[in-house]
């Protein structure tokens, strides 16, 4: 190389996670439930993806049959998935609900109780946000409405009643800003932080002493980031990055070092959780290291520790890289920086997605993403140019920014230039000879 690119460096950064190579698309969302045998993912391309049990329809692919291979079912413009016990919704680009599979109850927001074995719209327009219980479903509106529908014999709607709704009800009118679903339990957060929740109390889920909760009750007044319902206990993020827990504990999975119930906020890690997912009796979070931790019953390996001991402690079982997580039914996924896919766990219902029905104590990758995505690379050109090529997603925009430090760093923007059908694009800028050079390629609207 010539001397007076030798403090030529080149350095790319990430803003997203997707990317695109040769028809290839990573995983950018996963979801599963507590009391959930299959499993949904969405791709960069926003298509929707299944696997796993299937009786009532809830893969929505027409069948009844249950599959151990991800399905494509929706071919794009999926933004958001949620996991019932028997039923599936997920939200377009363009605010419209969709649902399908069990509907005895009204989860699908249909008074017809009957089943949908492919999708079908619930609401057209203006939802944000989606979480589905065991036999319930709720969504957010753009107004910070919560709206619920499904079985409500335990409060878990929060309506007052414990009648159940076969059509989609009101039942906070505004600032809601997140939902989660558990087996019979329900949690919502407000925009001031603060954390509700109603149903079913008998393990002390709700925070609180009663069985059953059939209004929203506050839990914590404020701080709350990130919530999760499993399927007898609760968990939370405040926002100094501590992770706080509550309720049923048999198998450990509050974590704690015990195997008592509470019904009082218990904090178990005290800095540093990102993300946060409540399985049957089991919890996984995530570290800012990206680092996955987990704890509770392990006997058919959703632990992913290599064996089936269950634990009351956290436990790291993978120590970088983990980005997103979801928990079901004893059995757990994750999503890889890369976007790949893994998972562990039950597998009866073919719901990891890897071919077999065979449990795994193990991490075991399900969609994998080829070598060659999310590549940079430069050459000299003539003119003291220097040219960088990378593999990106198709059609989406892309910046090239520079900087002469990384301590610290000054990006400064250099041009936007588009992705071709493949996914490659190409920059070509002139490097200052007399200086470090420091480059990033990141995704823009």
């Not at 990206?290 to 019953?297: E, K, R, V």
């Not at 000299?380 to 989406?396: D, F």
């Amino acid at each position: 190389m010539d001397d007076k690119f030798s403090k030529i460096a080149v350095l790319l950064c990430f803003l997203v996670f997707q990317a695109f190579t040769s028809g290839a698309q990573t995983v950018t969302k996963v979801a599963s439930c507590e009391d959930a045998n299959h499993n949904l993912f969405l791709k960069s391309d926003g298509s929707l993806w299944v696997m796993g049990y299937n009786n009532f329809g809830q893969l929505g692919d027409g069948k009844s049959s249950q599959t151990n291979r991800p399905e494509l079912i929706v071919s794009n413009s999926v933004s958001a998935i949620a996991t019932g016990g028997y039923h599936s919704l997920f939200l377009k680009s363009n605010g419209s609900l969709w649902g399908m599979g069990w509907n005895v109850d009204g989860e699908l927001g249909s008074s017809t109780y009957n089943n949908a074995y492919s999708p079908t719209q619930i609401v057209s327009s203006n939802v944000i946000a989606i979480a589905a219980g065991s036999f319930q479903s709720f969504f957010l509106k753009s107004d910070g409405s919560l709206w619920g529908m499904g079985n409500n014999s335990e409060g878990c709607l929060g309506d007052g009643t414990s009648v159940t709704r076969y059509n989609p009800e009101m039942i906070v009118s505004n600032n809601v800003t997140a939902i989660a679903a558990g087996y019979d339990h329900t949690l919502f957060l407000k925009s001031d932080g603060s954390l509700w929740g109603m149903g079913y109390d008998n393990y002390g889920e709700l925070g609180n002493s009663g069985t059953f909760i059939f209004s929203p009750v506050q839990i914590v007044a404020s701080n709350v980031t990130a919530i999760a319902a499993g399927y007898d206990h609760t968990l939370f993020l405040k926002s100094n990055g501590s992770l706080w827990a509550m309720g049923d504990n048999g198998y450990g999975e509050l974590g704690d070092g015990s195997y008592n119930n509470t019904n009082q906020p218990e904090q178990i890690v005290a800095s540093n959780v990102t993300a946060i997912a409540a399985g049957s009796w089991h919890s996984l979070f995530l570290k800012n290291d990206g680092s996955l931790w987990a704890m509770g019953i392990n006997g058919s390996g959703e632990l992913g520790d290599g064996s089936n001991n269950g634990t009351n402690r956290p436990e790291l079982i993978v120590a970088n890289n983990v980005i997103a997580i979801t928990a079901g039914n004893q059995h757990s996924l994750f999503i890889k920086s890369d976007g790949s896919l893994w998972a562990m766990g039950w597998n009866i219902n073919g719901q990891l997605g890897d071919g077999t029905f065979n449990n795994t104590n193990l991490p075991e990758q399900i969609v994998a993403i080829p070598a060659g995505y999310n590549k940079i690379s430069g050459r000299i050109m003539s003119l003291g140019s220097m040219q960088l090529s990378y593999v990106g997603v198709a059609g989406w925009k892309y910046a090239l920014d520079r900087s002469f430090n990384l301590s610290p760093a000054n990006w400064i923007p250099q041009v936007t230039n588009p992705a071709d059908a493949n996914g490659n694009l190409v920059f070509t800028n002139t490097p200052n000879s007399t200086t470090n050079n420091f480059w990033r390629i990141r995704s823009v609207p």
